[in-house]
C-alpha cells in the first residue's frame, strides 16, 4: 500500500493510497478510517440518461453529447402506455424516445416528457435495456432549482445509488447532494435501480427549474466529459444558448405541466427535516 | 433547494404558449411567486436588450413587450416564421401597490417585484 496524495474535501483530510491495482483506499484522517474505493474503470459499459426535468438540463447535456461524440443510433425504446407521437425530421421519422451506443458509451434520450405511470415504466424499460446490454453503471443528468442568483457560480451535485461510485464524486470534485426531496422520472428511475446491483449516479445542476437552461447544462456537459474522460468542447451550445432557450419554450412548459401533476402535495415528514 | 421562506409559493404560468405569426410576437416563458405582500414575476426573454423592454400595469395586470435584438426565424411545415417581439400579460390575483413596483434584468431574464395593495378591514379583539 502507497500513500499518494493527500488532500482535504469537506473540512475533512484524506490520504489516498493505492492498494496493489485494482482499487483505491481512502483514509480520513479525522475519522481514521478506510473507505474502499473501486478503480475506475472507463472500459465498462455505462449508461448516460436524460430525459425533461428542470431547465431542460438533461436533455441539453444529453443530446449535445450525442451530437459531438457523433452517436449512433442503435435503437428506439417502446413503452406501453406512451401516448402515441413522432418527430419529423428532415423526412425522417423520430421516436421519442432513443438509444444511442459509440464503444462502451450507451444513451438513452427522451423527447417526451412523463407522468408518474410512465416513468415507472420509463424505468423497468431502461432496466431492460441494461440487463440485456450489460450496462455496469448509470449516470443521469437532470436539474434542481438553484437559489443561487449569482449564475456565474452555478454548481453540479452528485447523487449516487452505490457506495461503489463515491470514487466518481471524489476524484472529480462533484459534491455529494445532501439533502432534499426528489420526484419524477429521477425518482423512479433511483428506486428500481437502488434494488439492483447496477448503480446510478445522478448529476443535478443548478438551473432555473421553469425556464430551459442551456447554460446550467455546459456544467454538465463538462462534468460528464471529466468522468468520462473525452474531450468535449462547449463552444458550439454557448453560441446556440438565446435560440435554444426560445426554441425549447413549448417543452419545457410541457414538462412543468406534467411535473406539477406528479409533485407531491405533502412535505417530508417532521423527523426526517 | 428551495428558499427557506414559508409564505412563497412558486408556479410556472402554463397558459399554452400561443405565438402570433401574423404579428411576428413570440409568447415568452414567466412564473410567479407568490408571498404575503409582494408577488416576484419572472419572464424569460432571450435575445433582448433592457432597453428594449416596455412594462406597463394597471390595477391587476402585467403587461411586458420587448423587441428582439435579431430576428427569430422558426421553421414549421417548410414555412418559415419571421419573429421580432415577446409579448404577454398577466393577470394577478390582487391589486397591484403601483408605486413600489421594481424591475431588474439580468442575462436575458426579467424579474419584477410587484407589492400588493393592502386591503381588508381591521377586526378588533374584544
Known sequence: MILINKCHYKHITFQIHFWKSGFFLIR????????????????????????????????FSISY?????????????????LPSALFVEEGKIISPIRAYNKNNLFVIISDAPFNQHLAKKFASAVHEFCKKNT?????????????????????????????????????NQIPKFLSGSI????????????????????????????FPDPE???????????????????????????????????????????????????RAPQIYR | MKNNDESEITLPIISSLFDDAEHRILSPLSCLKEFDNHWILEFDLPLV?????????????????????EKYSEEKLGNVT??????????????????????????GRLEIKIPRQAT????KIT
Open chain 1, 135 to 171: 450496462i455496469k453503471k448509470i449516470i443521469i443528468v437532470s436539474g434542481m432549482e438553484t437559489i443561487n442568483q449569482k449564475k456565474e457560480d452555478l454548481k453540479i451535485y452528485g447523487l449516487i445509488t452505490h457506495p461503489i461510485l463515491d470514487n466518481i464524486l471524489y476524484s
Open chain 2, 82 to 107: 419571421k419573429f421580432e417581439y415577446f409579448k404577454k400579460s398577466i393577470l394577478l390575483s390582487g391589486k397591484i401597490d403601483n408605486k413600489k413596483i421594481i424591475a431588474k434584468f439580468q442575462k
Open chain 1, 216 to 266: 446550467a447544462s455546459i456544467i454538465a456537459i463538462s462534468t460528464l466529459a471529466k468522468i468520462l474522460n473525452v474531450k468535449i468542447d462547449t463552444q458550439d451550445i454557448k453560441n446556440k444558448i438565446d435560440k435554444l432557450r426560445i426554441q425549447y419554450r413549448d417543452l419545457m412548459e410541457e414538462t412543468m405541466r406534467t411535473l406539477q401533476q406528479q409533485e407531491p402535495k405533502t
Open chain 1, 65 to 81: 453529447l450525442i451530437h459531438n461524440l457523433k452517436m449512433k443510433q442503435i435503437g428506439e425504446i417502446e413503452i406501453p402506455d
Open chain 1, 28 to 59: 480520513s484522517c479525522t475519522y481514521n478510517n478506510y473507505l474502499k474505493i473501486v478503480k475506475q474503470n472507463t472500459k465498462e459499459k455505462t449508461l448516460l440518461v436524460g430525459f425533461p426535468s428542470n431547465g431542460l438540463v438533461g436533455i
Open chain 1, 183 to 210: 420526484f419524477g422520472t429521477d425518482a423512479a428511475i433511483i428506486s428500481v435501480f437502488r434494488k439492483t446491483n447496477i448503480p446510478v449516479l445522478v448529476l443535478y445542476a443548478e438551473c432555473h427549474p421553469f
Open chain 2, 49 to 69: 436588450s433592457k432597453k428594449d423592454i416596455r412594462i406597463t400595469f394597471d390595477e391587476n395586470t402585467i403587461n411586458v413587450e420587448a423587441k428582439l435584438k
Open chain 2, 120 to 123: 381588508g378591514q381591521l377586526v
